[in-house]
């Protein structure tokens, strides 16, 4: 962000000693404001093509105070809706960006009801999801050389994830979710890290992807699933029984425990109920899935 900053303000200083140079240079040549306009009107007073695109008084619109004062109310209003922390950036002490943190705590927190959907991804090192004691989602360990924490305030998509793998990855980050909370999506990533949730975790999509890594879920509930697993490991259990889904499941040359079910290698085919409204897509690689119900 300050590397952006700073090619903009050189831009902007380039092209205002451009802007001086060029004005100098007209009024040498006796160039003046009212004389431009004129021109300006001259020249298109008689071009229907013009006309026809901006209509016959886009000069006196072009110079409407009134309706520059009302872009810059309407300005206004967008930001203080969206409230003070549009002008939150990348601190270098904390690695969040539109979250309250707690200097005493170390820790980010934002209300459970402010986000929609959650990203979460473990390149390296260890993530740990815990049940919240009260309505707040709140983030402990971040580092900014390890972890960041993004809330996009306009899709309200809180995105956790590493910010350099090429660090020290011995430093966990803990992340507490209200039981209650059901998010719109879910994304859990392992590519090369520890993954691993406790309590139940509710979304209407949950996608659960593994690179290398391991990912362990001990309660999902979810309407429509996806689950991924390249070469790494991956545990989950699911609300109800197998019965309650419409299972499409594609193995190589993985292992895949469905149900207490062993389907090993080479294998496509459907499990569960087809007329299901509830959906589960498996697709593993050459990893090690292994996936439960709570009611068998």
């Known amino acids: 962000m300050k590397k952006f900053t700073k090619i903009a303000l050189i831009t902007a200083l380039v092209m205002l000693v451009t802007g001086g140079i060029l004005t100098a240079g007209g009024i040498l040549f006796g160039a003046s404001p009212q004389a431009f306009m004129s021109g300006l009107e001259r020249g298109t007073k008689n071009n229907s093509v013009f006309n026809r695109w901006f209509g016959n008084h886009w000069l006196e619109r072009l110079t409407d105070l009134d309706d520059l004062d009302e872009i810059g109310e309407d300005w206004e209003d967008y930001w203080e809706d969206r409230g003070e922390s549009w002008i939150r950036d990348w601190p270098d002490e904390t690695g969040i ?12 927190s934002i209300d459970a009801s402010k986000v929609k959907s959650l ?38 998509e809180l995105t956790i994830s590493r910010s350099d793998s090429s660090v020290d990855s011995e430093k966990a980050l803990l992340i507490r979710i209200p039981q209650d909370k059901v998010f719109e999506e879910l994304y859990l990533n392992s590519s090369a890290g520890n993954l691993e949730t406790e309590g139940k975790l509710a979304a209407k999509i949950c996608d659960m992807d593994v690179a290398a890594g391991n990912l362990e879920v001990e309660l999902m509930e979810a309407d429509d699933s996806t689950l991924n697993c390249n070469a790494g490991r991956l545990r989950i259990k699911f609300t109800g029984k197998l019965n309650d889904y419409a299972a499409d499941v594609s193995v190589n040359t993985g292992a895949l425990d469905l149900g207490g079910e062993s389907i090993d290698g080479f294998h496509d085919g459907t499990f569960g109920d087809l007329d299901s409204d509830k959906t589960m897509d498996i697709d593993n690689n050459a990893g090690n899935i292994r996936v439960d119900f709570e009611n068998k």
Not at 97 to 108: E, L, Q
């Open 97 to 108: 960006r539109n979250m309250d943190w707690s200097d005493a705590g170390k820790k980010a």
């Open 119 to 156: 990203y979460v991804t473990a390149e390296a090192g260890e993530i740990r999801i815990q049940p919240s004691s009260d309505e707040k989602i709140w983030i402990s360990g971040l580092d900014p050389s390890l972890y960041v924490a993004d809330m996009d305030l306009d899709t309200k």
